[in-house]
């Protein structure tokens, strides 16, 4: 696993979605970034070139090696993507283990199958994303919201030190979505990085170190200190801030 990270991106371009992003990415300690914006953005495309799913001109290098230079079975032992619920669509009725064990199979030889290992850590990710009980259901007969957090377990049965998510709780209650928010602060806090495209700010105010901003595919902010003025420019709205009894801020929308 990789010692290290940091993401150096310049000049990154995606035909007619992403215009001239510059971004340097250096979190030794681990992170939580909340990837922010408007609907068509470029949110989900900037995740998607960050894993080498997205063909791109510029540069992105993971620790300095450009990410066309990885193979994608070195890459995927260092970075793991969570897609929206929205794209995942199966058409197999496999059941919920089966699934999740996909995340694990792409890791191994192909002809080696999973050990005992294996089996552990994705019980043990079923368990902390909470969808043990439905491990032997069958995926279609599952809601949104469940089919959900089955992609979560299985982002994190890959056990990576890079996860980057895309809108990881559209489809959940709030308490399953504060449950997710905690489960990525912890492994943040362990030194993993997340890079989380979010909508609910208000929610993920409590959890990030870092926010990136793009409107229109391009870069319009990255720091520490979010505040109204940079959702203003984001949302074109005004905002109202209030903090939060811990001393948080809250965003109102107005």
């Known amino acids: ?49 960050l894993t080498g799913l997205q ?20 890459l995927a032992g260092y970075i793991t993507l969570m897609q929206s619920s929205k794209n995942f669509n199966p058409v197999h009725p496999f059941n919920v283990k089966e699934i999740i064990s996909m995340s694990r199979l792409h890791l191994k030889n192909l002809f080696s199958g999973l050990n005992s290992q294996d089996e552990q850590i994705i019980l043990n990710s079923a368990k902390i994303a909470g969808v043990e009980k439905f491990l032997l259901r069958n995926i279609m007969t599952l809601s949104d919201g469940e089919k959900q957090l089955i992609l979560f ?29 905690k489960i990525l602060r912890e492994l943040a806090n362990n030194g993993k990085i997340i890079i989380a495209a979010v909508h609910d700010l208000n929610i993920s105010a409590g959890f990030s170190d870092y ?15 979010l505040n109204a003025n940079i959702l203003k420019d984001l949302y074109n709205v005004n905002f109202e801030e209030y903090k939060n009894k811990s001393g948080g801020l809250i965003w109102l929308a107005i």
């Open 1 to 49: 696993m990789l010692k290290k990270f940091s993401f150096e991106i310049k000049n990154l371009c995606v035909k007619n979605i992403l215009y001239d992003i510059n971004l340097n990415l250096n979190f030794p300690d681990g992170a939580f970034i909340s990837l922010i914006g408007q609907n068509g953005s470029g949110k989900t495309t900037l995740l998607r070139a």
């Open 153 to 181: 377990a299985g982002v994190l049965a890959q056990e990576t030190q890079i996860i980057l998510l895309d809108e990881p709780t559209s489809a959940l209650d709030p308490d399953k979505s504060l449950k997710v928010f």
């Open 211 to 225: 926010y990136i901003g793009l409107k229109n595919g391009k870069l319009l902010f990255n720091g520490k200190n």
């Open 55 to 74: 063909k791109y001109s510029g540069s992105i290098k993971l620790n300095n090696v450009e990410i066309k230079n990885y193979s994608r079975r070195n």
